[in-house]
T-cell receptor
Framework: NAGVTQTPKFRILKIGQSMTLQCAQD?????MYWYRQDPGMGLKLIYY???????DKGEVPNGYNVSRSTTEDFPLRLELAAPSQTSVYFC??????????FGEGSRLTVL | KNQVEQSPQSLIILEGKNCTLQ??????????LRWYKQDTGRGPVSLTI?????NTKSNGRYTATLDADTKQSSLHITASQLSDSASYIC???????????FGTGTRLKVLA
């Protein structure tokens, strides 16, 4: 059972470039989340989804976009990357707001 | 404002010793509280969940307590091992929401 799978694990971007972080879960969870974790800080919610076709903003959505076309996939799109988006990104999923299962994280550096 | 605060920020102990991590929250209405362990470079993994009616719950050498009146929780680690070196994150859910409120974590280092 793979759980929550994130790709890529590491990426370096130049300022102004765009990219998509992929997230897939195989637990048939309806809720999915994207968080960012900066050094010494708690996880901050970027976007979340309570089901296919439904997404909503979290605390720090600026500079990001998401889509949820299937139950399994929840990609995070970064448009016009900025140094402030250097962070570790975690995708997570849960069933009906229960236990959160996290992916292994994607470490992004914007230079 | 819903908040979760953890203390201490960091802690160093010798292998075999016990330690206690603290979590204070101001989340309303309270649904449940979870403790997660995050190894360096990995995603957080759930250790235990506490609901309103539960005071104590154990998971091996980890024992969590909850005082819903004072809105405090603690995580006690017994007979620490080198593998306990990690960040421990307190996460609180508010009833009727899909969101989780995260503490900033306690970074624990266990030395041989």
């Amino acid at each position: 059972n793979a759980g929550v799978t994130q790709t890529p694990k590491f990426r370096i971007l130049k300022i102004g470039q765009s990219m998509t972080l992929q997230c897939a879960q195989d637990m048939n969870h309806n809720y999915m989340y994207w968080y960012r974790q900066d050094p010494g800080m708690g996880l901050k919610l970027i976007y979340y989804s309570v089901g296919a076709g439904i997404t909503d903003k979290g605390e720090v959505p600026n500079g990001y976009n998401v889509s949820r076309s299937t139950t399994e996939d929840f990609p995070l799109r970064l448009e016009l990357a900025a140094p402030s988006q250097t962070s570790v990104y975690f995708c997570a999923s849960s069933y009906e707001g229960g236990e959160l299962f996290f992916g292994e994280g994607s470490r992004l550096t914007v230079l | 404002k819903n908040q979760v605060e953890q203390s201490p920020q960091s802690l160093i102990i010798l292998e075999g010793k016990n330690c206690t991590l603290q979590c204070n929250y101001t989340v309303s209405p309270f649904s449940n509280l979870r403790w997660y362990k995050q190894d360096t470079g990995r995603g957080p993994v759930s250790l235990t969940i506490m609901t309103f009616s539960e005071n104590t719950k154990s998971n091996g050498r980890y024992t969590a307590t909850l005082d819903a009146d004072t809105k405090q929780s603690s995580l006690h680690i017994t007979a620490s091992q080198l593998s306990d070196s990690a960040s421990y994150i307190c996460v609180v859910s508010a009833w009727g929401t899909y969101k989780y409120i995260f503490g900033t974590g306690t970074r624990l280092k266990v030395l041989a």
